[in-house]
Nanobody, 123 residues
Framework: QVQLVEFGGGVVQAGGSLRLSCAAS????????MGWFRQAPGQEREFVAA????????NYRDSVKGRFTISRDNAKKTVYLQMNSLKPEDTAVYYC????????????????WGQGTQVTASS
């Protein structure tokens, strides 16, 4: 019944931008912190960004600070990831996740996951 659906992935040149969206349904969205994770082929899923229930607190992995921005619109039950100055090493499947324990960086702390959307930054 709970669904998280990502949109906005695609192929861009290095230095370009993409905006990912994740629309939630079947849960009380404002009661969940939201996170973005990514996974490249042959690698483990890694934390990208997270935002608290109200949107007042955010955190990012070091490699995306200053380039990526996470935000949320609780009225629309949607979380966003604005990605600027994309690099080839950002290429991965990006997943959104919902967690009831706060804006954690650990994947195991999240309760629900989207299906993922491919982001490719070509050199």
């Amino acid at each position: 019944q709970v669904q998280l659906v990502e949109f906005g992935g695609g192929v861009v040149q290095a230095g370009g931008s993409l905006r990912l969206s994740c629309a939630a349904s079947g849960l009380s969205f404002r009661n969940y912190a939201m996170g973005w994770f990514r996974q490249a082929p042959g690698q483990e899923r890694e934390f990208v960004a997270a935002i608290s229930r109200s949107g007042s607190t955010t955190n990012y992995r070091d490699s995306v600070k200053g380039r990526f921005t996470i935000s949320r619109d609780n009225a629309k039950k949607t979380v966003y990831l604005q990605m600027n100055s994309l690099k080839p090493e950002d290429t991965a499947v990006y997943y959104c996740a919902a967690g009831s324990k706060g804006s954690n960086s650990g994947a195991a702390e999240y309760d629900y996951w989207g299906q993922g959307t491919q982001v490719t930054a070509s050199s």
